[in-house]
């Protein structure tokens, strides 16, 4: 869902005017006049706050606001939605135009409306209106971009594996601890082939979607947005392209056929879903809509570790930026926290967006939760804690991610379908993505 709002995104980035020149991005110039745009004749500011998703999300996100405004009498919310695949069309049209919401919701393509200067400086309003205690440093730092804080995250996700339990038992292999590694992970995936016999695998081949865990667990990453360059060089990636090769030579990878026939995270064709791939690199958030079309039993373990341990941290799904242009930044503030630490919100809005970003709330959802729910939040609790004696940078996504990813897929396929050799597919990949990074940048 993601990668197609990245897509959408670029699209409309081509043609995106930048409609804030002039303002100081906090928005504490037009906060003090209180007669502006945006205020009803009763007095009410009125904030709008866009997001996107269905008729689900758009219930329990306007239920949500309705209790906000009635703990804010004097704040008018004004709600509007789209589905995902108009919502940044629409979006970037009312930046170039200077009609854009108070308030928004943005996904991982955060780093390119921040590189556009389109975001609201929050940094001003933290420790009045908005309170940051007990929230996760990592969804924290994940929101200051260019040294700002631009975004609150609004859930919170944590990649780990899902492991099909019935083919493990099925084999007659146990499922493996928490300390595993690659190797340990080759070789699992190998036995688990080996025992289940023709047609069914240990692994999908995550090539794509573990790179960033991959880099991070050597000290590198794909994007280091501080010095505003990649974070990796050719030799960095090598490695991980050829571990994928000699684990799928040995039989224990899911055939590049069927990776491409049944992609892991679709939900209609995952062989996990139909008990013939045992094990694949999942977001949190993903385990309840898998579970729920399998009696197989599903569990989320952590990532093998590597030389730095899982590089796994808490991931942003979603989260809010104000508009640089807003006249009401107090306001937006006063929201954005009730978003984030409100119990009855949370109870309402539950993990549609990701589990809470907070402890409190994660803890409130966690009481009422079914089996399913509480291998989330018993996971994503883990990883939390991990961070705090294992931290890993957050992750971000380099400039022209779409174009990156789009390359990426090719690559992978290219060595699996034996096109090119891994050496000659890696070096190709490498040069490309140094021409997407520096055409977007």
């Not at 108070?102 to 001003?124: E, M, R, S």
Request: net charge negative; aromatic share 10%; glycine share 10%.
């Amino acid at each position: 869902m993601f990668k197609r709002f990245m897509i959408g995104m670029i699209t409309s980035l081509l043609l995106f005017v930048t409609a804030c020149s002039g303002t100081d991005h906090t928005g504490a110039n037009d906060a003090s006049n209180g007669t502006d745009n945006g205020t009803t004749e009763g007095g009410q500011v009125e904030l709008r706050i866009m997001w996107w998703g269905d008729q689900k999300r758009a219930d329990i996100t306007n239920e949500a606001l309705k209790i906000f405004q009635a703990k804010h009498p004097d704040i008018k919310i004004v709600g509007e939605f789209a589905p995902s695949s108009g919502y940044f069309d629409k979006l970037n049209t009312q930046l170039a135009s200077g009609t854009a919401p108070d308030i928004f919701f943005l996904g991982g393509n955060v780093v390119d409306y921040a590189k556009k200067d389109v975001l609201l400086n929050l940094d001003p309003y933290v420790g009045n209106e908005l309170n940051l205690d007990g929230m996760d440093e990592t969804m924290i730092e994940y929101g200051r971009l260019d040294g700002k804080l631009q975004h609150i995250s609004a859930g919170a996700n944590a990649r780990g594996i899902v492991v099909n339990q019935a083919l493990f038992e099925k084999a007659g292999v146990p499922l493996p601890t928490s300390d595993w590694d690659w190797a340990d992970y080759a070789a699992i995936s190998k036995e688990l082939s080996d025992k289940l016999g023709d047609g069914f695998y240990g692994t999908y081949n995550f090539t794509v979607d573990g790179m960033d865990i991959f880099l991070k667990q050597r000290g590198k990453q794909l994007y280091d947005m501080k010095n505003g360059t990649l974070g990796f060089a050719k030799e960095d990636i090598l490695e991980w392209f050829q571990y994928w090769e000699k684990t799928s030579a040995s039989g224990g990878v899911v055939t590049p056929e069927l990776q491409v026939s049944n992609p892991h995270d679709d939900t209609s064709k995952s062989l996990l879903i139909t008990g013939k791939a045992a094990m694949t690199l999942l977001p949190s958030n993903q385990l309840a809509a898998f579970q729920s079309l399998t009696e197989d039993p599903l569990v989320l373990l952590p990532v093998p570790r590597g030389p730095k341990g899982t590089g796994v941290v808490f991931e942003s799904s979603q989260g809010l930026s104000g508009y640089a242009n807003t006249k009401h930044p107090k306001e937006v503030a006063t929201l954005m926290n009730f978003w984030i630490h409100d119990p009855e919100a949370a109870k309402i809005l539950g993990n549609d967006r990701g589990v809470p970003v907070t402890e409190a709330n994660r803890n409130l959802l966690q009481e009422g939760a079914g089996p399913v729910e509480e291998i989330v939040y018993n996971y994503t609790s883990l990883v939390s804690e991990a961070t705090k004696t294992e931290p890993f940078d957050v992750s971000y996504n380099p400039p022209g991610f779409a174009e990156f990813s789009k390359l990426a897929q090719t690559t992978n396929q290219e060595i699996g379908f034996g096109r090119k050799s891994v050496e000659q597919a890696v070096s190709d990949f490498y040069n490309g993505t140094v021409r997407i990074f520096e055409s977007n940048r």
